[in-house]
């Protein structure tokens, strides 16, 4: 009961300062005696594939021996998803002991959730002993919560579109506030970047060999891609080695977050004298998920979760779909939250060949379904609405055939629910 009183007030603190800042981290941690100063970390920030590439980076460090701490945002359906140490997620008696010893300071600095949720990962690492922890970002980079730490190494993923009343409306803007967890010369791992955002990232670089651009480092190619994973090749052009990896993580775009989180962690683990192995690799590419992204959780008919949420993730998501069901009939339920840029989605969803469905995730937060289909009516596309998710994802289930496909896409509020509400049911799998 502590702990679920403890996540109850932990989450009825505000999620992100109305001032983005690093003040009330900065206070925090130096109460807690500034534990992100007692392990290596691993800083990672980006717009899409962040989540992806920190998973695999940290899943790699584990299968080569270290002990490792992942910290990353949002969750789907537990708040502890958000802290583990190698496979384990942090546990509920440290919540609740955290909260009851630093309630009072975190609402006397008026602390936000996602400063709070840092603050944990910061101590709950440093008291767990990790060799390295792998960190990500929550919300843009510069000012963000967790960029107090002094990072060995930082990883870059795409840039794209997102969070723009904090980021700024160009990708020059976003792409200078990423840039803000690069410092003194740590080496940076960068994914394949629009050349807007590459040229901001170039001039925060004070060394040449400060920085390794992915299609400079390794070529990467797909062998063989279906909705149940990939065969892929990556050549590493130091070694010149060539390695065949298979995955069961679908979407061709996955490929390049596993690329870039492969370069980086061997990159890592050979800095600390650690032998990188192709064959502990292919263990962790069949052994683990990231799961919500492209995830089958159904196999007749398909359902497939994913928490892709602006344009360009959407974008590259149903790409992948359609070039893998090119005869199928596709339904698509999308459920967003309030402050994301919905007239863009709408935009492009618009104009797809989709039966579209709408919802709304249990969250405060969220888009009322009326103003989503509003949008989309204006566009003059037709649209059902479901308010409530289960009875959406029911209703679509009952029209389908067997051969056609249902995605579920939208905020992370919406999947993780729909994950808990279905996984006691034998005809879902969620691995």
């Known amino acids: 009961m502590k702990y679920v009183q403890a996540v109850r ?15 009330n981290i900065s206070a925090l941690s130096s109460r807690l005696g500034n534990p992100h100063l007692k392990y290596p970390v691993i800083h990672l920030a980006g717009t899409n594939g962040k989540g992806s590439t920190a998973f695999f980076i940290h899943a790699l460090l584990q299968a080569h021996g270290l002990k490792s701490g992942l910290f990353t945002s949002p969750h789907l359906s537990d708040y502890r998803e ?20 630093n309630k009072d300071f975190i609402l006397q600095q008026k602390a936000t959730f996602f400063d709070t949720s840092t603050a ?23 000012l963000d919560s967790t960029n107090i730490v002094r990072p060995h190494m930082v990883v870059l993923t795409p840039i794209d579109f997102d969070h ?72 590493f052009k130091k070694t010149l080695e060539k390695h065949c990896f298979r995955t069961l993580q679908a979407g061709d775009f996955q490929v390049q977050n596993i690329t870039l989180a ?27 998920l990231w799961p919500g ?5 159904r196999k007749v008919p398909r359902v497939i979760f994913d928490v892709s949420h602006n344009p360009g993730g959407i974008s590259r998501t149903l790409s992948f779909i359609k070039s893998n069901t090119p005869e199928h009939k ?49 566009k003059g596309k037709s649209v059902h609405i479901y308010p409530h998710p289960v009875e959406a994802v029911q209703k679509i289930l009952n029209r389908m055939k067997k051969d056609e496909l249902l995605i579920v896409m939208g905020s992370h509020y919406l999947i993780g629910y729909l994950i808990n509400e279905f996984s006691g049911d034998p005809e879902y799998s969620f691995y």
């Open 9 to 23: 007030e932990i989450y009825a603190l505000q999620e992100f300062a109305i001032k983005l800042g690093l003040e």
């Open 164 to 235: 723009q009343k904090q980021l700024g409306n160009t990708l020059a803007s976003i792409a200078r506030e990423k840039a803000g967890i690069i410092k003194n010369g740590t080496p940076v791992f960068c994914a394949p970047q629009k050349q807007e955002a590459l040229t901001v990232f170039l001039q925060h670089i004070q060394r040449p060999d400060q920085f390794n651009y992915l299609t400079d480092v390794a070529a990467y190619r797909i062998l063989e891609s279906s909705l149940d994973g990939m065969r892929f090749e990556v050549q």
């Open 330 to 378: 596709i339904h698509l339920l999308i459920g967003l939250l309030e402050h994301k840029d919905h007239k863009k989605v709408v935009t492009f969803l618009s104009r797809q060949n989709l039966n579209i469905y709408l919802t709304e995730p249990p969250s405060i937060k969220k888009l009322a379904v009326g103003k989503l289909a509003d949008a989309f009516i204006n």
């Open 262 to 288: 492969l370069v980086a962690g061997r990159a890592y683990l050979e800095n600390q004298g650690v032998s990188w192995s192709a064959e502990q690799t292919q263990k962790v590419l069949l052994n683990r």
């Open 82 to 101: 958000r802290i583990r140490v190698n496979d384990k997620f942090i546990s509920k008696d440290f919540i609740a002991e955290f909260w009851s010893h």
């Open 120 to 142: 944990m990962a910061f101590k709950y690492f440093a008291d767990m002993n990790v060799d390295v922890a792998v960190i990500e970002t929550g919300l843009g980079g510069r």
């Open 293 to 297: 992204r492209l995830q089958t959780v």
